[in-house]
C-alpha cells in the first residue's frame, strides 16, 4: 500500500486544531472553577437576610455581572469544544446558567421596580468594560435546527411565488428606442466632447502665454540665488515640519485608541485562519456526533450478549435472597411490589441485602408504634377559633418583615450544581493522553447503558420473580391466590376513583376545529392569507448603539434617566431570545408570554422583533389590526383564525405572534376613517390566547407601538407582561451609528469628515433618519469619487434639513405615559418611600370584594 500523504494546508489546520482544543479545554477547566466558587458564595447568601437595599442590589448585581461572564465562556466553549460527552454536560450547566440569569433579572426587577439597570460602579471595582455585559446568543439556537429552517424558508419561498408574492431580484433592462433619438443621443455626447477637448486646449494656450509673460518681466530684475535658496529652504521646512507634526498626532491616536490602526479594516491572515479553523472543528464535531450515536447502539448490544446473562442471575440471586430474610423475620413472605410503584427498583435502589433486611424490621417497628398510638388516641383536638388563626397569621407577617429580604429559591440552581459534581467527578483530574483527537469515551457509555441494561431486565426478571413467589407460597405457606375485586387491591384497600371530567365549557375550549386538516395545509393558508410572514435577515447586533455611562451617577441624584439603545438591546436578548432558544429555560425561568416595544417612529421596534426571528429561527405571525381587516369575517372567522395560528404557531414552535401599531386593538375612541376597519377585534381574544399559553408553548406575543397613549392603559398593560420604552440615541450613540452606517454603505471615513459634528447637530433624529440620509448621499457615484473627494459633514447636513426629529416633548409624553403603567406606578411611589406591599394588599381586597359581589348576584 501507498503511505498516506497530506497537503500542507490541511496539516497546518490540523495542528491548529490541537492547539485550540487544548486552549478551549483549559477555557472550560477555569470557568467551572468560577462557577464553583460562585454556587458556594450563593448558597451562603440564600439564608442570610437582608434589609438593606443598596447591598442587595449590589449583591445580585454582582452575581448577574459574574454570571454573564460564566455565560459567555460557556457558550465559546461549547461552540468549539468537539468531545461529544463533554458537550452535553457543558449544554446543561450553560442552560441552567442561562436560566439563572434570568431569575436574577427577574429578582431585580422585583427589587428595583424597573427593566432597566445600572452597574457603573460594580463594573468598575471588577475592572470590567461595559463591552462585557453584552448577552451573547447561543450558536447553537440556530446550528442544531439548520436543515429544519432551510426546508421551511424553502417551502414558504415556494408558497409565496405560486401566490405571487415573492420580491424578484431588481435586473436592469434594456429599452428599444427609435433611431433618430439614437443619433441625436450620440450627436448630444460628440459635441459635449469636443466642447471639453477645446476648452482644455485653449486653457493650455492661456497658461504658455502667462508663464511666457512672467519670464519676460522676472528677466529685467537681478536674481539673488542666496535669497532664492532661502526660501525653497523655508517651504521645504514648513512642508516636512508639517507632515511630521500630523504623523506624531496620528500615532498619539491611534495609541490613545481615538482613531483605529492603519489596517483596522483589512482582514488579516490570523482571522483567516480562524475561521479555517472553526469550519473545521465544526466538521469534527458532526463526526464525532455521529460516531457517539452509533457507539451508543453498538456499545448496548455487546454488553447484552456478554453481560446480560450475569446481570439476570445476580438480580434473581438478590430476589430470592430478600424472600428467605422476610420469610425468616416475619414468618411469612412479602408482596412483590406492582409495576406502577416501580417493582424491585424501590426495594434494591442502591442496597445491600443487609441494609434490605434492617429496613424490613424497622418498618415492623413502626407499624407496632402507629398501631398502639391509634388506641391511645380517643378524642380528637378541639379545633382552634379562626381569630386565634388570624391573629398567627399577622404574627407571621410581622416575623417575614423583622427577618428582612431573603432571596427566592432557585429552579437552575441544582442542575448547575449536578452538572457541577459531574464536572468535578469525572473530567476534573481525568487523564486524557489517550484520546488526543477528542473522541467519545467508551467506558463512559459503557457505565450509562449498564443501568439502562439492568432496568430492562430487571422488568423481565421481575415477571418472572412474581411468579416463583406465587409457587413458593403455595408450596411453603399453602396460600391460594384469589381473585381480586374490581377496585381493590391485594390488601383490600379501595383504589382511588379518578375523578370524571366535567363536561361543558372545557370541553368546547379543547375542541379542535380542524382536526381533519394537515399542519401543511394550515400553514399553507396562512401564508395566503397574508398571516405568515417572511422575517427579514437581522442580527440582533445589527441594533447599534451605546452604553449610558452615567445611570448610576444620575439615579444617585434621584434623575431617572433614558435607557440606551444597548439597554434595550439587552432586554430583548433577556426576555426574548434566550427562552424561544432553548426549551429548558423558557420550561423552568421566569415565564414572559408578550413584549411591548413602545417609542416614537424610526427607532428599530420593528427590527428588533426580526432580530427575535433571525437569532432564534422562529417563525413570525403578523396580526397586525392593518394586516387582518377584512380577513375571517364575523366571530366564528375570528375564532378560527386564532385557533389557526395557535395550533401552527405550537406545532412549529419557537414562533413571534408580532401585533403592529398595537394601540389600535385597545383604542380608547375608534377615529371614524378606521370603523370599518374594526381595529379592535382582538381586544378580547388575546387575554384568552395568553391564558391558553404554557410554559411548553414557546410562543411570543410582541406588541410594537408608536403612540401608545391612544390605548386604554388598564387592558393594555393587563396583555402586555414586560413594557420596553425604546428611547431616541443618545450622542454616545448617534456617533456609533453614524460611523458604523457610512462604513457600511460604503462610505470611508476620513479626517475631512466630522462625525462628532454630525452627532451634535442629529440630536432628537432617530435611527431611521441616519440610515436614510446616508443611503441617499452614498450613491454609487459618490462611492466612487470618494477617492479624490472624500466625505464631508455637510453633505450629510443639507438632506437632514427636509426632516422633522423626535421633539424633547414627545419623548417626555412617553414617559409620562409610562409613569402611569403599574410598574411605572410602583416605582414612583418607591422613590417617594411609600411601601408597595401596602397597595398590592389594597388591590387583592378590592379583588376579593369583586369576587363576593359577583357570588351574591
Known amino acids: 500500500m501507498l503511505p498516506i500523504t497530506q497537503s500542507p494546508v490541511p496539516r497546518v489546520s490540523s495542528n491548529s486544531l490541537q492547539r485550540s482544543t487544548r486552549m478551549y479545554n483549559k477555557m472550560w477547566h477555569q470557568t467551572q472553577e468560577t462557577l464553583n466558587s460562585l454556587l458556594d458564595k450563593e448558597s451562603q447568601h440564600m439564608m442570610e437576610s437582608q434589609s438593606n437595599q443598596i447591598f442587595i442590589f449590589q449583591m445580585l448585581a454582582t452575581f448577574y455581572i459574574k454570571y454573564v461572564q460564566i455565560f459567555r465562556n460557556l457558550e465559546d466553549v461549547y461552540d468549539q469544544i468537539v468531545h461529544p460527552q463533554k458537550r452535553i454536560l457543558i449544554r446543561k450547566i450553560l442552560d441552567g446558567v442561562m436560566g439563572r440569569l434570568l431569575e436574577l433579572k427577574n429578582e431585580m426587577v422585583e427589587l428595583e421596580l424597573t427593566e432597566f439597570h445600572y452597574f457603573d460602579d460594580i463594573l468598575q471595582d471588577l475592572k470590567l468594560a461595559p463591552q462585557q455585559l453584552d448577552i451573547p446568543i447561543p450558536k447553537y439556537f440556530l446550528k442544531e435546527k439548520l436543515e429544519v429552517i432551510k426546508g421551511r424558508e424553502k417551502i414558504l419561498a415556494q408558497i409565496l411565488a405560486d401566490i405571487g408574492l415573492d420580491i424578484p431580484n431588481k435586473k436592469y433592462t434594456t429599452k428599444s428606442i427609435p433611431l433618430e433619438e439614437a443619433v441625436k443621443l450620440i450627436q448630444i455626447a460628440e459635441r459635449a466632447r469636443q466642447g471639453r477637448l477645446r476648452a482644455m486646449f485653449m486653457k493650455q494656450i492661456f497658461l504658455q502665454e502667462y508663464r511666457a509673460k512672467q519670464a519676460r518681466i522676472l528677466g529685467e530684475k537681478v536674481i539673488d540665488m542666496g535669497a532664492a535658496a532661502l526660501q525653497i529652504q523655508k517651504v521645504w521646512r514648513g512642508f516636512s515640519q508639517c507632515q511630521k507634526t500630523k504623523k506624531q498626532r496620528e500615532e498619539e491616536m491611534i495609541f490613545l485608541g481615538m482613531d483605529p490602526p492603519p489596517l483596522f479594516n483589512e482582514v ?77 427498583t424501590i426495594i434494591f435502589s442502591n442496597k445491600t441485602p443487609q441494609q434490605v433486611t434492617e429496613d424490613i424490621i424497622a418498618n415492623q417497628e413502626e407499624e407496632e408504634k402507629n398501631k398502639k398510638k391509634k388506641k391511645n388516641k380517643k378524642a380528637k383536638k378541639p379545633k382552634k377559633p379562626k381569630k386565634e388563626k388570624e391573629k398567627k397569621g399577622a404574627k407571621e407577617k410581622n416575623k417575614e418583615e423583622d427577618e428582612g429580604w431573603k432571596m427566592s429559591p432557585s429552579v437552575f440552581l441544582p442542575t448547575m450544581e449536578e452538572g457541577n459534581n459531574v464536572y468535578k467527578d469525572l473530567w476534573k483530574n481525568k487523564d486524557e493522553s489517550w484520546n488526543f483527537p477528542q473522541n467519545y469515551d467508551p467506558e463512559l457509555i459503557k457505565q450509562e447503558k449498564r443501568k439502562e441494561l439492568e432496568s430492562e431486565i430487571r422488568v423481565q426478571v421481575d415477571e418472572l420473580m412474581r411468579q416463583e413467589l406465587k409457587n413458593l407460597k403455595l408450596a411453603v405457606d399453602r396460600e391460594k391466590e384469589y381473585p381480586v375485586k374490581a377496585g381493590k387491591k391485594k390488601g383490600g384497600r379501595k383504589k382511588k376513583k379518578g375523578k370524571k371530567g366535567k363536561k361543558g365549557k372545557r370541553g368546547k375550549k379543547d375542541k379542535d376545529l380542524t382536526a381533519d386538516r394537515t399542519i401543511e395545509s394550515l400553514y399553507k393558508e396562512l401564508v395566503e392569507e397574508g398571516l405568515l410572514i417572511q422575517a427579514l435577515k437581522v442580527n440582533l447586533s445589527d441594533y447599534i448603539g451605546e452604553y449610558s455611562y452615567l445611570g448610576t451617577t444620575l439615579r444617585q441624584v434621584s434623575i431617572e434617566p433614558m435607557p440606551s439603545l444597548l439597554d434595550v438591546r439587552q432586554l430583548i436578548a433577556l426576555y426574548g431570545i434566550l427562552p424561544l432558544g432553548s426549551a429548558t429555560v423558557h420550561e423552568k425561568a421566569p415565564l414572559v408570554k408578550s413584549l411591548l416595544l413602545a417609542g416614537p417612529s424610526g427607532v428599530g421596534k420593528k427590527m428588533l422583533v426580526h432580530a427575535i426571528c433571525t437569532e432564534t429561527g422562529a417563525n413570525l405571525f403578523n396580526l397586525s389590526a392593518a394586516n387582518i381587516a377584512g380577513k375571517y369575517p364575523g366571530k366564528n372567522g375570528l375564532q378560527m383564525m386564532l385557533h389557526v395560528v395557535v395550533k401552527v404557531a405550537r406545532e412549529l414552535q419557537p414562533s413571534v405572534v408580532w401585533i403592529g401599531d398595537t394601540e389600535k386593538t385597545f383604542y380608547k375612541k375608534v377615529p371614524s376613517a378606521e370603523r370599518m376597519m374594526e381595529p379592535k377585534r382582538l381586544k378580547k381574544q388575546l387575554p384568552k390566547i395568553l391564558r391558553l399559553l404554557k410554559p411548553d408553548d414557546r410562543i411570543l406575543i410582541v406588541g410594537t407601538t408608536q403612540r401608545p397613549f391612544d390605548a386604554e392603559l388598564q387592558s393594555f398593560c393587563k396583555v402586555y407582561q414586560k413594557i420596553i420604552l425604546v428611547p431616541r440615541p443618545d450622542y454616545a450613540s448617534r456617533f456609533v451609528l453614524w460611523k458604523q452606517i457610512i462604513q457600511r454603505n460604503g462610505g470611508i471615513i476620513t479626517n475631512a469628515l466630522n462625525i462628532s459634528c454630525l452627532a451634535k447637530i442629529t440630536d432628537g433624529f432617530t435611527q431611521g433618519h441616519i440610515v436614510e440620509v446616508v443611503k441617499g448621499v ?30 424633547q416633548e414627545e419623548e417626555e409624553s412617553f414617559k409620562d405615559w409610562y409613569a402611569k403603567t403599574p410598574m411605572g406606578k410602583k416605582r414612583a411611589l418607591a422613590l417617594m418611600g411609600g411601601n408597595t406591599e401596602k397597595e398590592k394588599d389594597k ?6 370584594k369583586g369576587k363576593e359581589e359577583k357570588k351574591k348576584k
Not at 466538521?283 to 446481570?311: C, F, M, S, W
Not at 388591590?843 to 376579593?848: M, N, V, Y
Request: hydrophobic share 30%; glycine share 4%; proline share 4%.
Open 268 to 344: 488579516s491572515a490570523t482571522i483567516i485562519q480562524a475561521e479555517k479553523v472553526s469550519s473545521l472543528r465544526n466538521e469534527t464535531q458532526v463526526k464525532h456526533e455521529e460516531n457517539y450515536r452509533k457507539a451508543l447502539v453498538t456499545i448496548k448490544n455487546d454488553l447484552k450478549l456478554i453481560e446480560g446473562p450475569d446481570i439476570k442471575e445476580n438480580l434473581q440471586d438478590q430476589i430470592r435472597h430478600w424472600f428467605i430474610e422476610c420469610r425468616n423475620l416475619t414468618g411469612t413472605f412479602p408482596e412483590y411490589p406492582d409495576v406502577e410503584e416501580g417493582g424491585s
Open 843 to 848: 388591590e387583592k381586597k378590592k379583588e376579593k
Open 778 to 807: 452614498l450613491t454609487d457615484r459618490r462611492i466612487r469619487q470618494q477617492t479624490y473627494k472624500p466625505l464631508t459633514a455637510v453633505e450629510f447636513i443639507a438632506t437632514l434639513t427636509s426632516m422633522s426629529p423626535v421633539y
